[in-house]
């Protein structure tokens, strides 16, 4: 601010038509500024009285204090008598040595972690004032060590590990079938891929004449079955439906119906990779006469679909031939005019190397054509 006033003193006021009195220049140009600076002197004036005060003020505590501590201590000579007693003498320097000692001892440790903590203050007082350190034979004895816990309730706290899956792979397949008394040959693809938590599957049919179906199925893996999550068939029309593993039911997209899951309850597509998963893990399954019960879920129902080990035999396809597992799905009653048949290899880790599906006079048959494992899928 100086230096805008020292600028504004060297204009030429005159030529403006203002006066040309020094003192006037700055009043003409800032007509409040003398009002400014003496309010600001004012109270420049007030703080160094206020200061000066409070520092007076503050003498005067002190020396009131001095004078009652004067007082009060020749009073309490002339009662007692007697000269104030000295401070007691701090205690040698071995002994402080012998209680930093005491202080890392495991003794004093364990004493001091005790629950009787007030002995354990007793003898910090003792030591501070340079006692003898025979104080130690009145703490407390160690407390009796925790028993550790028995193996098998640690064991019941580890997470069980995923059931065992078979290996990723795609698998390619020649495709027969018939539709309304029409025959048609097609391709088909089935792809399978875990990481050990979860898994993904997905089949393709491409025929010339019925079009192309698709089917996608996405869950989890768990101890004893898979668990599905989201189900996608798309031929003629879109049947998608998703799973709420903690509620226990499945509703379907397109209707909002909801129902009830039952356990171990697999959609069409992720009941392929259940029977190589249960095959795969129980040699007992493998035997001839042995059944398998595993529920299967579409978006309307629930039907539980009972396979039988028929035979275990080379069988004939595009790929060659391979020994596998015939299992055939039971007819639950004279109406019931669905057959299934799958063709399990431990070739491919139990994946299915041939699918042959009758319903309603229609009919398909995938035979494999190639395997190709895809590790780190």
């Not at 600001?40 to 009131?64: C, D, L, P, Y």
């Not at 898979?226 to 798309?234: H, K, T, V, Y």
């Not at 029309?237 to 309850?265: C, H, I, W, Y």
Request: glycine share 8%.
């Amino acid at each position: 601010m100086p230096a805008l006033v020292r600028a504004l003193n060297r204009v030429d006021l005159p030529t403006l038509g203002r006066p040309t009195m020094p003192h006037c220049k700055l009043m003409v140009e800032f007509p409040d500024w003398g009002r400014y600076r003496l309010q600001g002197r004012a109270a420049k004036a007030q703080q160094i009285q206020h200061n000066t005060g409070s520092a007076e003020k503050t003498k005067a505590r002190t020396a009131r204090a001095q004078q009652t501590r004067h007082f009060r201590c020749a009073a309490k000579g002339a009662h007692t008598g007697a000269a104030p007693a000295p401070k007691p003498p701090k205690p040698p320097f071995g002994a402080l040595l012998h209680s930093r000692r005491m202080f890392s001892s495991p003794v004093f440790s364990m004493a001091f972690s005790s629950s009787r903590r007030g002995a354990a203050a007793a003898l910090v007082a003792a030591l501070a004032l340079g006692g003898a350190p025979l104080a130690l034979a009145k703490t407390p004895s160690a407390p009796a060590p925790v028993a550790a816990p028995a193996p098998a309730a640690a064991a019941t706290q580890k997470t069980a590990a995923p059931m065992p899956v078979p290996a990723a792979a795609e698998l390619e397949y020649e495709v027969s079938g018939k539709v309304s008394g029409f025959g048609y040959n097609a391709t088909g693809k089935l792809y399978w891929q875990h990481d050990g938590h979860s898994y993904q599957a997905e089949q393709r049919i491409r025929a010339p004449i019925v079009g192309t179906r698709w089917q996608k199925s996405e869950g989890r893996i768990g101890t004893a079955f898979l668990q599905p999550l989201r189900f996608e068939d798309s031929s003629r029309k879109r049947r998608n439906m998703r799973f709420d593993l903690a509620a226990g039911t499945v509703t379907a997209v397109e209707s909002g119906q909801t129902q009830p899951v039952r356990q171990g309850g697999q959609d069409r597509l992720s009941l392929y990779f259940q029977l190589a998963a249960a095959m795969a893990g129980d040699a007992a399954l493998r035997q001839p006469g042995k059944r398998l019960p595993i529920w299967t879920v579409a978006t309307n129902k629930q039907e539980l679909w009972e396979f039988e080990v028929v035979s275990l035999a080379p069988v004939n396809l595009p790929a060659g031939q391979m020994p596998a597992i015939e299992l055939r799905r039971l007819q639950r009653n004279a109406q019931d005019d669905q057959k299934a048949h799958i063709w399990l290899s431990p070739q491919t880790g139990y994946l299915p190397v041939r699918i042959h599906f009758e319903d309603d006079g229609d009919a398909v048959d995938l035979r494999l054509a190639r395997y190709t494992p895809r590790p780190g899928r």
